[in-house]
Structure formats: structure tokens, C-alpha cells
């Protein structure tokens, strides 16, 4: 089993690579009960699982991450008699733990959780830092808190069912992860030399575990994870495509920018922006760049009239810029070109 502990400054949260059954199996000696929040393809391909313990099941979906779907959690937590002797447990993908995470720490002023994210986005990303939350009015996270779950529970076994166009979404965060703080992976990326699944997924988690224990509340070092995640979110706002094609289209603008702000050399902007294409096809995802400018200004990262928005120095050296918001709408509109 392999295994990283994340010391924050009030709390500890252990991450590990594990069968998650045996884990679930464990963790029954240490609360009084384990309550389940479970996207419902897992409950349907896992059943003999889930339905060992309290659950209630829900459609992961960008819509369906609302208050109603809080709301019908506080109540089955209510009805159930759900206390601090127990422990909430998101099983699915990132929706499912940012909604998972959102209810356990606003219910009765927080009860512990955990997750057992089920996609290869969610075990490098999604479940990683204690952000949790759920989307207002069309806005991505709007709505949410910093609070660090007990443990988060990876296991690959997960990922045989996984289709393989959600295995590719995740490495939108695993190129990602290379881009801002490892170019060696970039290269043994490039070169589709992925070794062992779990060694990929721990060494991009712990990229991510670096950086949040530093920052948890993102005042400064935390901002580097936002790499080609500040136009993303437009995207997935306005289109509702897959979150790894919205960021690794994203990421090809600011590798671009880094470029053009003349940061990041040719050859190097051009090795990394041959990376994203070799993984993911654009060619079913449209865009126009008159759709997404707008929702940008409410951007969570929006300063006043600036934004901070995240370049890359060189492979592995991310800069953090504050450009004002007209300056990035025009080096947008210069490189976006409509599709």
C-alpha cells in the first residue's frame, strides 16, 4: 500500500493508493457508522459494496451540483439521525466529493469525511486540497468552504470501468501537474512512458499535496494549480464540455501567452502545446471566444480589474502574473480563433 500523509495547519489527511472494500472494512472500527454519498453509476456497478452500509446515491452532474442536491442530503442526514460519531464518505468522481466535502462540513458545523474518488480526474485532482463546493446560477464553485477531509482513498480498480474518454480527461490535471512543477514527467509523458498507473497517480498527487500543505487557503503558491484552469471554467460554463478538455484547451492559451509575453521559448511552448494534442482531440469541441470572455470576469480569481493568471517561466517554473482584464480579453480574442 502507498501511502502520503498532508499535514495542514490544523488538521491531517492521509492519502493512500488501496482496496478500497478492505478500507471501508477498516474504517468501521473507528466510527459508528459509515455514511455513504455514491454517484449512482457507482452504486449501480458496485452494489454489493455500497449497499453494505447507510447511503444515498446521486446523479453527478454539473446541474445537479446545487443546493437542492444539498438540501437532499442534510435531509437524508436528518432522518438517519447522522452525528459526529459518524463519518460521511463520498464514493464517485470530483463532483461527488466537492458536493461531498460541502455537506459534511456544513452539517450540524461539520462532521469528519473522506473520499474514495472513482475517477483517475478525481484521484489526481479534484479530491486533493479540501476545496469543496457547488455551482450558482451557471458559476462554477461558487458556493463552498476549505476543509480537508481525514483521508482520501485511490483505488485503480476503479478505473477498468472507467470509459477510456473520462481516463483522458484526467490527464488534462496530470499534464497539468507536469507543466507547473515536473518536466521530467512532461517528457516521460511525451513519450507515453506512464510505468505503473499508481506510481503516476501518487507522483501527480503529490505534486498537488506539495503545494496545498504550503497554502492552503490559496494566498499565494496555491494559485499555481490554476494553470489553463482561468479560461476552463469558462468554457465548461458556457459549453458544458468534459473538465480535461476545457483545461487542456486552456492551457494551450497560456502556454501561448507565456510565449508571447516572451517568458516561455518556441520550442518549448511548442513541445508542451504537441503534448496536449497528442492526448486530446479538439476537433468535437467548438468554441467561439465572443461565448466565454464575459463569464471570465467572474472569475473566483478576479482582483478589482486584474486577474491573476498563471504563465509558465519555463517547463516546471509556473509565474503567477496579475494582468488587467482588458489586456487578457485582447490577447484572447488574438488567439482564440474560432472553431
Do not use: W
Amino acid at each position: 500500500m502507498n501511502s502520503i500523509e498532508i499535514a495542514y495547519n490544523n488538521s491531517k489527511t492521509e492519502y493512500l493508493i488501496s482496496d478500497a472494500e478492505l478500507f471501508l472494512q477498516n474504517l468501521e472500527t473507528k466510527y459508528d457508522r459509515l455514511v455513504l454519498i455514491v454517484d449512482s453509476n457507482i452504486e449501480n456497478m458496485y452494489n454489493s459494496i455500497i449497499s453494505k452500509y447507510l447511503y444515498i446515491s446521486i446523479i453527478a452532474t454539473e446541474v445537479n451540483k446545487s443546493q437542492e442536491t444539498i438540501n437532499r442530503i442534510y435531509s437524508f442526514c436528518l432522518h438517519h439521525h447522522v452525528n459526529k460519531s459518524d463519518i460521511i464518505i463520498g464514493i464517485g468522481g470530483g463532483i461527488t466529493t466537492d458536493i461531498t466535502g460541502f455537506a459534511a462540513s456544513s452539517f450540524k458545523r461539520g462532521i469528519d469525511f473522506g473520499f474514495i474518488p472513482t475517477t483517475l480526474l478525481a484521484m489526481v485532482d479534484a479530491s486533493i486540497g479540501g476545496k469543496n463546493g457547488i455551482n450558482y446560477d451557471g458559476y462554477k464553485n461558487m458556493i463552498g468552504s476549505v476543509n480537508q477531509p481525514k483521508f482520501i482513498c485511490s483505488d485503480i480498480l476503479f478505473l477498468k470501468t472507467l470509459p477510456h474518454s473520462e481516463v483522458i480527461n484526467g490527464y488534462a490535471e496530470i499534464i497539468k501537474s507536469a507543466a507547473i512543477a515536473d518536466s521530467l514527467l512532461t517528457e516521460e509523458l511525451f513519450r507515453k512512458q506512464y510505468f505503473d498507473l499508481s506510481y503516476i497517480i501518487l507522483k501527480v498527487a503529490n505534486i498537488k499535496i506539495s503545494i496545498v500543505s504550503k497554502d492552503e487557503k490559496e494566498q499565494g503558491l496555491r494559485k499555481v494549480l490554476n494553470f489553463g484552469h482561468t479560461l476552463a471554467h469558462s468554457i465548461e460554463k458556457e459549453y458544458l464540455y468534459p473538465h480535461g478538455v476545457a483545461v487542456a484547451m486552456g492551457m494551450i492559451v497560456a502556454i501561448q501567452l507565456s510565449f508571447k509575453y516572451g517568458y516561455l521559448s518556441f520550442n518549448k511552448s511548442n513541445h508542451l502545446i504537441k503534448l496536449i494534442y497528442s492526448y486530446f482531440d479538439f476537433a468535437s469541441y467548438p468554441i467561439c471566444i465572443n461565448d466565454v470572455v464575459d463569464a471570465i470576469r467572474f472569475d473566483k480569481k478576479r482582483n478589482g480589474d486584474s486577474i491573476d493568471f498563471v504563465l509558465l517561466q519555463d517547463l516546471g517554473t509556473p509565474l503567477i502574473k496579475k494582468i488587467p482584464i482588458n489586456i487578457l480579453m485582447e490577447n484572447l480574442y488574438d488567439i482564440c480563433v474560432t472553431r
